[in-house]
């Protein structure tokens, strides 16, 4: 059992290979402290998780990336990309959920040879996470940089992406840095976070097409490493057509019909 912080929220693990946590808010007026008849504590659980987990990423990680950070760094027609973990987490789920995406990022970037990625703000709580469950220490692809994205690159060479931009991206150009929210949509939904942030440091700021090439989609807001796989990919030239119809989720466009279907029998 841990303590997360809060008054009286505590979490237990309920398994001791780590898979799955409660959480327990008992409230401000419990007489007693929460005592789970489990006879291993929450570090022997994520210990055992974590060692597990390495062993997965050594087998994975064998095939090394083919270029060097340096080299995909002094590559000037790179796509550079930053992924801006300067904001706060309010739970272990957001932090993991995060970290878990960066090293998504991690696996594009040893594919992709002509992609020049900075995790900017890369300290604190994502970065410890990144390292115990995650062994950041180890990802060679992508540079962690503890700098905020404003002292890593010229605010005239960053387009900061949010969904709710008002100016559409059309090209990806070389010269400039994308930058990505560090951001998953958990207790924060709806919120105009990452517009927020880049009007605060007046970067020029985009959205992606969705709505211009896939009006039927729902969901136009998209996790971490969707959004870097597109940008990978209208930098080799595909359309966006082609992109979004790789790697835009499909679920709801099999919904759909299966609605349509039910008012036609209505
Ligand atoms: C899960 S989204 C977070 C959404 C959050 N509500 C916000 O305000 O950014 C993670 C990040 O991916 C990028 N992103 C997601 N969907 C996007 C879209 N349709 N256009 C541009 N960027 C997008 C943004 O940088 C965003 O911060």
Redesign the pocket.
Known sequence: MRALGYENVTEVSLCRFGKSFMTTALGSTATAPLEPSVAFTVEDALANAAGKSEKQWEKKSKKKSNVELSERFSNPDALRVAV?VSYEQDSTRARRSVAKQLCECVGIAHREDALAMTYCDFSGPIAEESREFFFSDRWSSVKMDPRSVEEAFDARDVV??????SEV?DEVDASKVY???????LA?????????RANASSFRC???P?REHRPEQTH?????D??VKILCGRHRGESWDDVFDRELPKRQAAERPKRERRERLA
């Open positions: 801006d900061y992406m949010s969904p709710d931009a991206l930058v990505v929210g560090g951001i998953v949509d924060t939904r709806g919120m105009r976070t990452s517009l927020t985009a959205r992606l969705i136009t807001v998209l996790n971490i969707a959004v």
